[in-house]
């Protein structure tokens, strides 16, 4: 799977330098794209089980719920690209003293940040939910109940985004599936005795995905001190040094994972004033898309900044291009194998699956049929954004992201959902997508020529970059 760089009796380090970079995109993807997968599951097996309670108000205020997280969530994953990205340069330098100091600092800095934020999210929960999401009443309790829970655990939940990131980066594949797989486990088998033996509806489906993060985030630790002796001590006087560096790359990547979130939120946020079903429909339809496009769109980045960064700090510019046409060609596949399976009746068993009827039943058949081909460019973007961290261009991913989320992303939303429910009522609450979409397709093609040409010219005036020393 990976060609070892360092091997002893309990370690084993990966070399991207070398080797196939379609079998190691492919690797790196599928070990990502499983723990996303399974972490998904956790929110939606949340849902699934109590959308089986036949209550709207419950389900939406899980998506109202949902909405809110996002908004904290993107710092545990953009703390993991960002150090990944940093951990792929020491990796290609041989530096493993620099690992053990980074990924110390970078946890003790994502806890602080994640809190900070939890904490905020708490206080400001109500004004939140009745005036950003127009929530109502009965939907309130639910809401909190839920919420509660989660914030908590986001913490951890988000070291355990930081702790997938670097082991894919030192190529501990196998690790990041089989923890995840327990994480999903534990959640599932909690889930039915707190929502229906307990009657804790939506704080036992929160309550659950807490206990299942705790457990995960114990056995991440133990793993990373004991199986791979990369976790040192706080070192007072290398830790601004440290912060400094990860801040360089943390903001064009939590810019690049709140994307989505931020876009989900908008969406939220407009589908509150087609009432409490519209909502709950939208909550689902974000769930699904996570799961069944999201855990390989939103994974791209942190796919190619390993490889691209290992093979940057050896000078390796040829293999950079490479991997982007990799990237870019697992993604046309999956895009193109996901829409076939929806079309020839994916999302009518996803509608089955939930319970859905009527106008919930017709907005999820349609949504799937109609727009997942869109992500296709989104996961064009992705990748073009992580080549541009991983080759020490943060600036150009921030302002590439800016581009995409405040230019267009947004002033395409609401403009779409201005426009269209008037030709098409049902492409209101579905026609956010439509304008990020758009956006990502724009953005896409201006993020493709912008690498290619940074990489000849950085071949041409630095060829040899010393970084990760």
């Given amino acids: 799977m990976v060609t070892p760089v360092r091997k002893n009796k309990k370690t084993v380090f990966a070399d991207y330098t070398k080797g196939s970079l379609h079998k190691h995109i492919f690797y790196v993807l599928l070990s990502l794209a499983c723990a996303a997968i399974v972490r998904n599951l956790v929110q939606i097996v949340d849902m699934l089980f109590l959308s089986w309670l036949n209550d709207h108000n419950i389900t939406a205020g899980v998506s109202a719920s949902n909405a809110v997280l996002k908004s904290v969530f993107p710092v545990g994953a953009g703390m993991g690209v960002a150090t990944g990205t940093i951990v792929g340069h020491y990796m290609g330098s041989q530096n493993i003293k620099g690992v053990k100091r980074l990924l110390v600092h970078a946890v003790t800095i994502s806890l602080t940040l994640s809190s900070v934020l939890c904490i905020i999210a708490f206080i400001f929960k109500k004004q939140f939910f009745f005036d950003f999401l127009k929530g109502e009443k009965d939907v309130y309790p639910y809401f909190v109940r839920y919420l509660i829970p989660m914030l908590i ?24 599936l089989y923890l995840t797989l327990m994480m999903s486990c534990t959640n599932a088998a909690l889930d039915p005795i707190f929502i229906f033996v307990f009657h804790w509806n939506s704080f036992g489906a929160g309550f659950a995905s807490l206990l299942s993060g ?8 133990v ?7 990369v976790w040192g001590k706080i070192r007072p006087k290398k830790f601004m040094t440290d912060l400094k560096i990860l801040m360089k790359y943390f903001v064009p990547a939590t810019l690049t994972v709140i994307s989505p979130s931020l876009f989900a939120i908008l969406n939220i946020k407009i589908a509150s004033s087609y009432g409490t079903e519209v909502v709950s429909t939208i909550g689902m339809i974000n769930q699904v898309v996570q799961l069944c496009i999201g855990t390989v769109i939103f994974n791209m980045t942190g796919s190619v900044t390993p490889i691209v960064a290992q093979n940057y700090a050896k000078g390796e510019y040829g293999r950079i291009i490479k991997v982007l046409q990799s990237a870019i060609f697992i993604v046309v596949v999956f895009i193109c194998i996901t829409a076939l399976i929806f079309n020839l009746g994916g999302s009518r068993f996803i509608a089955f699956a939930f319970h859905l009827k009527g106008l919930s039943h017709t907005l999820m058949v349609t949504y799937f ?17 992580g080549c541009l961290n991983a080759i020490g261009k943060p600036t150009y991913s921030t302002f590439l992201n800016v581009f995409r989320m405040l230019l267009l992303g947004i002033p395409l939303m609401f403009i779409f959902n201005a426009y269209l429910p008037s030709h098409y009522f049902l492409l209101g609450p579905l026609s956010p997508y439509l304008g990020s979409m758009t956006a990502g397709f724009i953005a896409s093609i201006i993020a493709c020529i912008a690498v290619v040409k940074i990489i000849h010219n950085l071949q041409l005036k630095k060829p040899h970059p010393n970084v990760g020393k």
């Fill in 214 to 221: 705790i457990v995960i985030i114990i056995i991440g630790y």
């Fill in 153 to 176: 655990g986001v913490p951890l939940m988000n070291l355990n985004l930081l702790f997938t990131t670097v082991r894919s980066s030192i190529g501990d594949l196998k690790g990041t």
């Fill in 369 to 385: 049929n109609y727009i997942a081909e869109g992500w296709l460019f989104t996961g064009i973007c992705f990748a073009c954004i």
């Fill in 223 to 229: 793993r990373f001190k004991y199986k791979f002796k």
